[in-house]
């Protein structure tokens, strides 16, 4: 079975600085990997996958995220917060070899403070 | 172009009632996902359809939920009896054709549903 991981409900931040915002996943096979965003009272937007090739993934909004192999990891990455960057964030997986759903981790939360 | 629409936004209903939540996917995404949200809560995966192929109902929660979709486009959530535990917003999503994996979802508003 596939599995998504968010150790952390919420994350802070100050405007400027580098964010990070964590994701691991389990899989039987190789992961297809997604992060979306969602502010409030709207939909999730799309960030960024990985499905093959380059580790380093470069999305929307200036956001990246770098997939680890080893570690099991995806996390989501950007070099600069904005106080608009605040938002509900989830981390999903595919497995491959396992049906076609998508298994989403429990989102967290990250605030950017001026 | 036109994005995923959903109808109605928000949806307040008695207990007991039968509820039905539209769904409009991206023209030419053969593939559509029904997820519920309860609040503070992860997206919970319903209902997967995929062309002409029979459904994956596996994350139906109860036979009170049931979905279907008219000539591979619209797809409507009818949920039987309504509970108090069944208030949540409901996002539907819609993806080109899965057989690679990678394909992106693209989701919905969403549909806000308030049982008293």
Known sequence: AQSVAQPEDQVNVAEGNPLTVKCTYSVSGNPYLFWYVQYPNRGLQFLLKYITGDNLVKGSYGFEAEFNKSQTSFHLKKPSALVSDSALYFCAVRDMNYGQNFVFGPGTRLSVLP | ?116
């Open chain 2, 1 to 116: 172009g036109a994005g995923v629409s959903q109808s109605p936004s928000n949806k307040v209903t008695e207990k007991g009632k039968d509820v039905e939540l539209r769904c409009d996917p991206i023209s030419g995404h053969t593939a559509l996902y029904w997820y519920r949200q309860s609040l503070g809560q992860g997206l919970e995966f319903l209902i997967y359809f995929q062309g002409n192929s029979a459904p994956d109902k596996s994350g139906l929660p109860s036979d009170r939920f049931s979905a279907e979709r008219t000539g591979g486009s619209v797809s409507t959530l009818t949920i039987q009896r309504t509970q108090q535990e069944d208030s949540a917003v409901y996002l539907c999503a819609s993806s080109r054709r899965t057989s690679g994996g990678g394909e992106t979802q693209y989701f919905g508003p969403g549909t806000r549903l308030l049982v008293l």
